[in-house]
């Protein structure tokens, strides 16, 4: 009777004991402290894991903040609400951010842009690019094979007609769009900065107008008109500082190429004009 | 000098002819799951080769002193407890001491619990009759081989991934026809330990 059943009974009950015993030392022996505040600051967190912070998802950036490696501010979709909400959980008084957007610093549509080849390849921006850097003449310019659209967490930029456009409202500034674009075009900006160059490239004028039919040609119009200081040909690419802009918009009617574009053209725009306008700016 | 010849032998055939997963199709849930990156591969590999040649060394005793003969029926139920417990021990030891390879391993980590070639590896051990220190060689064998297929298919898995794949065959299709084709590739090996060292496994 012991040896046929309550001996077997026992030597599984002993084996598991023995385990758990074993277990529990090991747990109190070599327990992980975890921050409580990390969770709650991860809480906190948009939980898009976007990488706009710079680190390795939400969670990364949580466990950063509470060991004070990591500013409070570097959510950018989460914005000033976020920043406030942790501020909370971790008693620090947060100000305000700037909300910023990707801008696309292109304005050439398929047919504008000159593609001296056919690229039938592979459809992804790395990989045209690869080839000659790009089946488009211009090597500055936005290819239109939706890298960026794949990086996207929010679903804020798509390619239409081969040019990548933004969605502004939808947008939040993470700049998971910006590291994967293989020509280095999208830029982002402070969301308040409503007149852009929709134009990265830095070729002379002659050059540039055999490429592309709206690419800056460095003519300096824009510069001479504006009388905030605030745009500037710097290697024949107009270049506007944010800090100085007033976006008044008198460039955006001189430009002969309309690479200058006035995001919030005539007051408030219509939600699908303002996002075509956005992305070619 | 015979037992050394025995256990390069044996260390061969279970490294490369009946290699666990390419030739005895033991533990494909890690192998198709966590070779998608060599890091992690190797990771996983390591971590299993750890755990085998643990479970082999407290199962054997517990399988020789405790439950043979008379309650050599609860083999599979105390094998499956020890080994539960140790891969449990495991991810305590990994989450305190390398954090990044106990994130990388993720879900995969306490699946090593379920991972056939543990439980396997013992059983094979007993069943075989082996002594302890063979049992030993044979799971250290078992997971280096565990860990070179891991290798291997991390690499293949690369060139997948960067080459055009027909829409229909994508992901994981064309990963388990690539697995078949490396594990047809490893029966090239089928006798060799025998033949170079002339003793039989």
Same mark, same amino acid.
């Given at each position: ?24 030392? #090991? ?74 957007? #990707? ?47 794949? #990086? ?15 969605? *502004? ?40 107008? *055999? ?8 003519? *300096? ?45 005539? #007051? ?14 | ?19 666990? $997963? ?28 750890? $755990? ?65 070639? $543990? ?83």
């Amino acid at each position: 009777m012991f040896e046929a059943y309550i001996l077997p009974v026992l030597i599984v009950v002993g084996v598991g004991l023995a385990a758990g015993v074993m277990l529990m030392l #090991a747990a109190k022996f070599m327990a992980v402290e975890v921050d409580e505040r990390v969770e709650k600051v991860r809480a906190c967190l948009p939980g898009a894991n976007c990488g706009g912070c710079g680190y390795a998802g939400c969670d990364d950036y949580a466990a950063h903040i509470v060991s004070g490696e990591a500013p409070l501010t570097a959510c950018p979709p989460g914005g000033t609400a976020v920043a406030q909400a942790i501020g909370a959980v971790l008693g620090q008084e947060v100000g305000e951010m700037v909300p910023m957007v #990707a801008v696309v610093n292109c304005s050439a549509t398929k047919d504008q842009a000159v593609h001296p080849m056919d690229y039938i390849g592979r459809k992804g921006c790395l990989a045209a690019s690869l080839l000659y850097n790009g089946d488009m003449a211009c090597q500055f310019g936005c290819l239109g094979y939706g890298d960026c659209v794949d #990086a996207c967490k929010y679903d804020a930029i798509h390619v239409v007609d081969g040019l990548a456009r933004v969605d *502004k409202d939808l947008c939040t500034g993470c700049g998971a769009c910006s590291v994967v674009c293989p020509h280095n075009v999208i830029s982002i900006n402070p969301h308040a900065a409503h007149v852009v160059v929709a134009c990265s490239n830095t070729d002379k004028g002659a050059q540039t107008r *055999k490429k592309c039919s709206t690419g800056c040609i460095g003519c *300096k119009k824009c510069e001479k008109q504006c009388e905030y200081d605030a745009i500037k040909v710097i290697n024949n690419l107009a270049v506007i500082d944010f800090d100085k802009c007033t976006s008044c918009g008198k460039c955006v009617d001189v430009c002969p190429q309309h690479v200058i574009e006035n995001c919030f053209k005539g #007051a408030v725009a219509g939600p699908a004009e303002d996002e075509a306008v956005a992305a070619e700016a | 000098m015979n037992n050394t010849v025995f256990f390069l032998a044996l260390l061969m055939e279970t490294i490369l002819v009946s290699n666990v $997963v390419l030739a005895q199709f033991l533990g494909i849930c890690p192998f198709l799951g966590v070779s998608r990156k060599l890091d992690s591969a190797i990771g996983m590999g390591v971590a299993v080769i750890f $755990v085998l040649l643990l479970a082999t060394a407290v199962t054997w005793p517990i399988y020789t002193y405790l439950l043979y003969p008379k309650f050599a029926y609860l083999q599979t139920l105390v094998f499956i407890l020890v080994i539960a417990a140790l891969v449990q021990l495991v991810e305590i030891f990994l989450a305190r001491f390398v954090p990044a390879l106990y994130k990388s391993l993720g879900i995969y980590l306490p699946l090593i619990t379920t991972n056939c070639a $543990v439980l396997g590896v013992t059983i094979n051990c007993i069943d075989f009759e082996y002594n302890f220190v063979t049992s030993l060689v044979y799971a250290f064998g078992i997971g280096v081989g565990f860990l070179l297929a891991m290798v291997l298919f991390a690499g293949v898995r690369s060139r997948i991934d960067e080459s055009g794949i027909p829409q229909s065959f994508r992901g994981m299709p064309i990963t388990l026809i690539a697995a078949s084709i490396v594990s047809m590739a490893f029966m090239g090996f089928s006798g060799i330990a025998t033949g170079i060292f002339g003793i039989s496994i």
